[in-house]
């Protein structure tokens, strides 16, 4: 399965809503952007879509909100504590910002993650 790349306004979007932090990494999963604190994801893109990791009560409530779905990435695959929001004229920065704090707060609330150790470079043959 190919997915798509998110497009450029998108990720400048997604540059907006979440807040410049020392507490906050930014780097790819799986070719996209997203944002991470103590270890885990809680906000980041896919194809056209932005995805947010909430608790249980926040989860529930994003997903009464038009063009917010239980994140798929994959048919038959979907991930519990996600929620893909289609960022259309019903979801504005400042919407985003706010769902992006409850996901951070949710995300913090987790135990840490401790740092993945970088695989050893094969010894060289002689």
Do not use: C, N
Not at 56 to 61: C, T
Not at 100 to 113: G, T, V
Request: proline fraction near 10%; aromatic fraction near 10%.
């Amino acid at each position: 399965m190919a997915w798509r790349k998110s497009p450029q306004t998108l990720i400048d979007r997604f540059e907006r809503i979440i807040p410049l932090d020392p507490d906050i990494a930014r780097r790819k999963m799986f070719g996209y952007p997203s944002a991470f604190t103590r270890g885990h994801l809680f906000v980041g893109l896919h194809q056209e879509d932005i995805v947010f990791r909430l608790g249980e009560k926040d989860r529930a409530a994003l997903l009464k909100k038009p063009g917010a779905r239980v994140f798929e990435p994959m048919p038959g695959r979907p991930m519990r504590d996600f929620v893909a929001v289609s960022p259309g004229a019903e979801f504005k920065d400042a919407d985003l910002s706010f769902w992006a704090e409850k996901a951070r707060a949710y995300a913090e609330s987790l135990p840490a993650k401790a740092p993945r150790k970088k695989a050893k470079a094969p010894a060289k043959r002689g």
